[in-house]
């Protein structure tokens, strides 16, 4: 089965420490993609990467990183500068639109909840 | 800023109507337009997408888009209680432009 997968499920953090969340997918899709979503709000863009080896800043980037090694996994780091962390986070990935075609719809994971103990 | 736009509801519909959700956005260059459903603590699921103006069906589903209005619609017939969710519009606007999404509106279909 194609799809995107996201662990921890559930995810506690205690203060001032770094937690790392996973996506993978086999999709073989080249963007991926992280948001956030709080409670009643919408999805807010953390971190994208359009290819291997490169990702850039979303909206609300500030206190957290990625990395993309490779095509199929894009690691979320939430350090300790990010000083309010509990959200639930949203994998996500899409086509290349420059290689792949197709209109950059997105497919996501299942999510992971964090929360700050 | 590019702006999406959704009444927060919640639409209150009895079962077996028609629900009509509303997005409007901001930007014109816009090219291409979906429809995710949130069930309360899940993911969003791709239910519809559209990029040309008109209609587009699929199934109990329609998706309508006027591009001079800045105006897409989702309209869900034969709503059931199953359909009961957050429905969230989102918008590209093309090239290595991100996709914008709104904050959803809330479908509550009564039985």
């Known amino acids: 089965d194609g799809g995107i997968t996201q662990s921890p499920k559930y995810l506690f953090r205690k203060e001032g420490q770094n937690v790392t969340l996973s996506c993978e997918q086999n999709?073989?899709?080249?963007?991926m993609y992280w948001y956030r979503q709080d409670p009643g709000q919408g999805l807010r863009l953390i971190y994208y990467?359009?290819?291997?080896?490169?990702?850039q800043k979303g909206d609300i980037a500030e206190g957290y990183s990625v990395s993309r090694e490779k095509k199929e996994s894009f690691p979320l780091t939430v350090t300790s500068a990010q000083k309010n962390p509990t959200a639930f986070y949203l994998c996500?990935?899409?086509?290349?639109?420059?290689?792949?075609?197709?209109?950059?719809?997105?497919?996501f994971g299942p999510g992971t909840r964090l929360t700050v103990l | 800023q590019k702006e999406v736009e959704q009444n927060s509801g919640p639409l209150s519909v009895p079962e077996g109507a028609i629900a009509s959700l509303n997005c409007t956005y901001s930007?014109?260059?816009?090219?291409?337009f979906f429809w995710y459903r949130q069930y309360s603590g899940k993911s969003p699921e791709l239910i519809m997408f559209?990029?040309?103006?008109g209609d587009k069906e699929d199934g109990r589903f329609t998706a309508q888009l006027n591009k001079a209005s800045q105006y897409v619609s989702l309209l869900i017939r034969d709503s059931q209680p199953s359909d009961s969710a957050t429905y969230l519009c989102?918008?590209?606007?093309?090239?290595?432009?991100?996709?914008?999404f709104g904050t959803g509106t809330k479908l509550q279909v009564i039985p």
């Open positions: 999709l073989n899709h080249d963007a």
């Open positions: 989102a918008v590209y606007s093309g090239g290595y432009q991100k996709v914008t």
């Open positions: 930007d014109r260059g816009s090219q291409s």
């Open positions: 559209i990029y040309s103006n």
């Open positions: 996500a990935s899409s086509i290349n639109i420059r290689t792949g075609g197709g209109y950059n719809e997105q497919f």
């Open positions: 990467s359009q290819i291997v080896n490169d990702f």
